[in-house]
């Protein structure tokens, strides 16, 4: 399978613990995209990069969260110090720059958090 | 500030009828529009991107149209099948490809 691979698919985890997400994109893919999506709304941006670059970064995307794409090919995703309203869907996404800037967006299936 | 409005409620037809979604935007002005389907615990998938030249763009049995004067793309699907329920998405496209997304609309079609 040479789509989007998101680790792990399901996290359970207690408010204040941390947590990473791992996201490999299609190989040739220069871009990859963080998404979230809480229930009954569609996915919001947190951060995007091209190649390891870091190139936007959402106002969602608060301190407690970092991610990273240190050789340009997998991202990770990390929150620190969990909280409750933290509980969502994080979806990463990938895309070829070759397109520019009309191409589609080839999403995982996504890593799914809940903070008790 | 900038919004994205899909209809909130489900949309529920009949087999074989034509089902068509709304998204209206206000305080955008995109080049690009997309549309993507999402499974329940699925992540999205694209159907169709449309450009503000073009007013009609057509997959199989898919329709989008745009609507820049009135910020507003319509999404038909004819001759609907049971296994096109999911939840239909529409997307603003901006700079690195960065997209918007609606509320989306649960469509659900019964035999």
């Known amino acids: 399978d040479t789509g989007v691979s998101q680790n792990p698919r399901h996290k359970i985890t207690k408010r204040g613990q941390n947590v990473t997400f791992r996201c490999d994109p299609i190989?040739?893919?220069?871009?990859l995209y963080w998404y979230r999506q809480t229930l009954g709304q569609g996915p919001e941006f947190l951060t995007y990069?091209?190649?390891?670059?870091?190139?936007?970064k959402s106002r969602l995307l608060s301190d407690r969260f970092s991610a990273e794409r240190p050789k340009g090919s997998f991202s990770t995703l990390e929150i620190q110090r969990t909280e409750q309203g933290d509980s969502a869907m994080y979806l990463c996404?990938?895309?070829?720059?070759?397109?520019?800037?009309?191409?589609?967006?080839?999403f995982g299936e996504g890593s799914r958090l809940t903070v008790l | 500030s900038q919004k994205i409005e899909q209809n909130s409620e489900a949309l529920n037809i009949q087999e074989g009828k034509t089902a068509t979604l709304t998204c209206n935007y206000t305080n955008y002005s995109p080049a690009y529009l997309q549309w993507y389907r999402q499974d329940p615990g699925r992540g999205p998938v694209f159907l169709l991107l449309?450009?503000?030249?073009?007013k009609e763009k057509r997959k199989e049995r898919l329709k989008v149209t745009f609507d820049t004067t009135l910020k507003q793309s319509l999404f038909h699907i004819t001759a609907s099948q049971p296994a096109d329920s999911a939840t239909y998405l529409c997307a603003l496209v901006g700079g690195g490809n960065k997209l918007t997304f609606g509320t989306g609309t649960q469509l659900k079609v019964e035999l």
């Open positions: 449309i450009r503000e030249n073009e």
């Open positions: 996404a990938s895309s070829p720059t070759d397109r520019g800037d009309t191409g589609e967006l080839f």
């Open positions: 990069f091209q190649n390891e670059a870091q190139l936007e």
């Open positions: 190989s040739e893919h220069n871009r």
